[in-house]
């Protein structure tokens, strides 16, 4: 079966401070893979998705910045965070669109 | 953008009533719903789906309605319980690698 493992479950930041937030899934190739936030008391919005290797892309200008090294791993990074990074990030995966999207545990990030 | 939006922001219930959930999406193309829900502090937990060629769905106590006239859609819940306590979100699949989530309703059941 498969399974997505996001980590760390909780970070607290400094301003200006680097980040990574890392994903993983296993059980399936080549997934469809997601990074979204969440504020609080809000509904998601879409960061960014990776169909493949390599490719990425943003759905909203920010701080933020994504990769995908392996096929089954996706990075959320930040050179210098911003206080308005803090949320929670979730990272999700789908087989193929229109197919259920499934989501990590989430990152509770907290910028300071 | 479009937009997927929730009626009640919140519900609350008696323990073993049924719960109704609704939600209004904006684009009359979508062909796919998902409804999640969310417990604090971890991710959202996929529920039932539906797709546009269908008007309902039911899944385990749960029930999706898709009224694609007025652009509606509903998650019921039977014989509610304190476990089913939650925010609950749908979601609309518009185009490629695209998921759009309302603000969600928290739903308390009370024992």
């Known amino acids: 079966s498969q399974t997505i493992h996001q980590w760390p479950a909780t970070l607290v930041q400094p301003v200006g401070s680097p980040l990574s937030l890392e994903c993983t899934v296993e059980g399936t190739s080549n997934p469809n893979l997601y990074w979204y936030r969440q504020a609080a008391g809000r509904g998601l919005q879409l960061l960014f998705y990776?169909?493949?290797?390599?490719?990425i892309s943003s759905e909203v200008p920010q701080n933020l910045s994504a990769s995908r090294p392996q096929d089954r791993q996706f990075i959320l990074s930040s050179k210098k965070l911003l206080l308005s990074d803090s949320g929670f990030y979730l990272c999700?995966?789908?087989?193929?669109?229109?197919?259920?999207?499934?989501f990590g545990s989430g990152t509770r990030l907290t910028v300071v | 953008g479009e937009s997927v939006g929730l009626h009640l922001p919140t519900l609350s219930v008696q323990e073993g009533d049924n719960s109704i959930i609704n939600c209004a999406y904006s684009n009359s193309a979508s062909d796919y719903f998902i409804w999640y829900k969310q417990e604090s502090g971890k991710g959202p937990q996929f529920i039932i789906d539906i797709r546009s060629n269908m008007d309902k769905r039911q899944g385990q106590r749960v029930t999706v309605l898709l009224n694609k006239t007025v652009k509606h859609l509903s998650l019921q819940i039977a014989a509610t319980q304190p476990g089913d306590s939650a925010v609950y979100f749908c979601a609309e699949i518009l185009g490629a690698n695209n998921l759009f989530f309302g603000t969600g309703t928290r739903l308390t059941v009370i024992p």
């Open positions: 990776s169909v493949g290797i390599g490719q």
């Open positions: 999700a995966w789908s087989e193929a669109v229109g197919y259920g999207y499934t």
